[in-house]
């Protein structure tokens, strides 16, 4: 079965710092992916996507994602971060070749330290 | 357009009754899913219903839980004999058949 691998339930980062989080799937032929944001005591919504085309994916907020087929992974990354970006981050997968349900990781905090 | 509702959007019932929560899905979109978010956790599947096939339950807790998708669109999640630890935010998203999920804002459930 499809899983969703976010190897970090926590990332701490100082404001303007660079940030990656990473996300690695199973293998699989296709795949589509994404990455959600939930801000505190708000409902998940979407970042960015990856269907088809290019490789890395630019997303609202600043933040964008590299699909690495040959390591299976979608890691989000933000040159900048803001106190505002203090979140909680899920990435996802849908499995093209199966059922196409959407998987979601665990999640990884961002904490953005002043 | 409109986008997922989910009703009501808080429920506080007394342990061991029964609870539905309703999700209706943005119209056209052929997936629905139920979650389950506990305090400060990440997101737990529950079901996936897509188009007409038969639904995925393997992430139900229990038989205590069940859902229903009528005419492909609404769906009600149905909780018996509820227990204390059934409290959490409920999450219905649906999707189209390509595409992310939209997520609906929520049915906080508390049992007491």
């Known amino acids: 079965a499809q899983s969703v691998t976010q190897l970090d339930s926590q990332v701490p980062v100082f404001e303007e710092a660079p940030v990656e989080l990473r996300c690695n799937y199973s293998s699989s032929v296709s795949v589509y992916l994404f990455w959600y944001v939930q801000y505190p005591n708000q409902g998940l919504q979407l970042l960015l996507k990856y269907l088809s085309g290019s490789t890395l994916v630019k997303g609202i907020n600043g933040f964008e994602a590299e699909f690495n087929k040959s390591q299976t992974s979608f890691h989000l990354r933000k040159p900048s971060v803001h106190i505002s970006d203090t979140a909680e981050y899920f990435c996802?997968?849908?499995?093209?070749?199966?059922?196409?349900?959407?998987?979601f990781g665990k999640g990884t905090r961002l904490h953005i330290l002043p | 357009g409109a986008g997922v509702s989910q009703s009501p959007s808080n429920k506080v019932t007394e342990k061991g009754k029964d609870v539905e929560l309703r999700c209706d899905p943005i119209?056209?979109?052929?997936?629905l899913y139920w979650y389950r978010q506990s305090l400060g956790q990440g997101l737990e599947f529950l079901i996936y219903?897509?188009?007409?096939?038969?639904?995925?339950k393997s992430g139900l807790p229990s038989d205590r839980f069940s859902a229903e998708r009528t005419g492909g669109s609404v769906s009600t999640l149905t909780i018996q004999r509820t227990q204390q630890e059934d409290s959490a935010v409920y999450l219905c998203a649906s999707s189209p058949p390509i595409g992310e999920q939209y997520f609906g804002p929520g049915t906080r459930l508390t049992v007491t």
């Open positions: 219903f897509q188009g007409n096939s038969a639904p995925d």
């Open positions: 119209s056209g979109h052929t997936a």
């Open positions: 996802a997968v849908s499995d093209l070749g199966r059922d196409d349900k959407i998987i």
